[in-house]
C-alpha cells in the first residue's frame, strides 16, 4: 500500500524554524517526483514546491528562500526545511507524490495525511 | 503563473441533483488538469486525471471534460456521500496552481 506519513509539526514562535519529514513507503521512492502543499484554516490548498527524482526543484514564488525541499532517496524520506516563519505560516503541510511515468509527471495522485504547524507567540 | 478561477464558491444540491463545477485556466494548459475531492479533516483524494480521466474506484457518476482553458467536473444524480470540497489543479507548468476550491453541500 503507498503511504505517505508526514511528521514534524507543532507549535513555532514567530520567526523560528521547522523542519518537516514525510516517510514514503509502497512504492519506489526515488523514481516519483514529491510535493509538499499546504492548507491554511478554513482555506484552501496551496502549493508550496516541487522536486524531481533526480533533484531538481521548484518553488512558488512567496516563499523562495525561506523554505528548501530536499530528498533522501535511501531513506525513502522527503524534507521541508521552513526558516523565518510567521502566523500566515500557520497550515496543515501536506506531502504530496507526483505520478511520475517514465520520468514524466501527471500531476499529484497520493497524499499524505498532513502535518500541523502553527506558529505563535 | 497560470491561475486557475473555480466556480461557485459554494453550491448547494439535492440527491439526484446533477453538479456542475467549472475551473477556467488563465493560459492554454492542454488536458494537464486534475480533480480532488476532500472531506473535512481528510487529505483530498485524486478523482479525474488528465482533465477526463476517471482515477480507478472512483464512482462513474463523477466526470470531467474540457481541453485547454475551460474545464468542468460533473457529478450526476449526486449522492449525499459526494458532500465535500472539490478543487482542481493544473501540473502544465510552475508553479502548479490550484483552483480557490467548490463547497458542495448536499440538502
Known amino acids: 500500500e503507498v503511504q505517505l506519513v508526514e511528521s514534524g509539526g507543532g507549535l513555532v514562535q514567530p520567526g523560528g524554524s521547522l523542519r518537516l519529514s514525510c516517510a514514503a513507503s509502497?512504492?519506489?521512492?526515488?523514481?516519483?517526483?514529491m510535493n509538499w502543499v499546504r492548507q491554511a484554516p478554513g482555506k484552501g490548498l496551496e502549493w508550496i514546491s516541487y522536486?524531481?527524482?533526480?533533484?531538481?526543484?521548484y518553488y512558488t514564488d512567496s516563499l523562495k528562500g525561506r523554505f528548501t525541499i530536499s530528498r533522501d532517496n535511501a531513506k525513502n524520506s522527503l524534507y521541508l526545511q521552513m526558516n523565518s516563519l510567521t502566523a500566515k505560516d500557520t497550515a496543515v503541510y501536506y506531502c504530496?507524490?507526483?505520478?511520475?511515468?517514465?520520468?514524466?509527471?501527471?500531476?499529484?495522485?497520493?497524499w499524505g495525511q498532513g502535518t500541523t504547524v502553527t506558529v505563535s507567540s | 503563473e497560470t491561475t486557475l478561477t473555480q466556480s461557485p464558491a459554494f453550491m448547494s444540491a439535492t440527491p439526484r441533483d446533477k453538479v456542475t463545477i467549472s475551473c477556467k485556466a488563465s493560459?492554454?494548459?492542454?488536458?494537464?488538469l486534475i480533480w480532488f475531492q476532500q472531506k473535512p479533516g481528510e487529505a483530498p483524494i485524486l478523482i479525474i486525471q488528465?482533465?477526463?480521466s476517471l482515477v480507478p474506484g472512483i464512482p462513474p457518476r463523477f466526470s470531467g471534460s474540457g481541453y485547454g482553458t475551460d474545464f468542468t467536473l460533473t457529478i450526476n444524480n449526486v449522492e449525499s456521500e459526494d458532500a465535500a470540497f472539490y478543487f482542481c489543479?493544473?501540473?502544465?507548468?510552475?508553479?502548479?496552481?490550484f483552483g480557490q476550491g467548490t463547497k458542495v453541500e448536499i440538502k
Open positions: 504530496a507524490r507526483e505520478r511520475t511515468i517514465v520520468e514524466v509527471d501527471y500531476g499529484v495522485d497520493v
Open positions: 509502497g512504492f519506489t521512492f526515488s523514481k516519483y517526483s
Open positions: 522536486i524531481s527524482s533526480d533533484g531538481i526543484t
Open positions: 493560459q492554454d494548459i492542454d488536458d494537464d
Open positions: 488528465e482533465a477526463t
Open positions: 489543479q493544473q501540473h502544465d507548468n510552475f508553479p502548479r496552481t
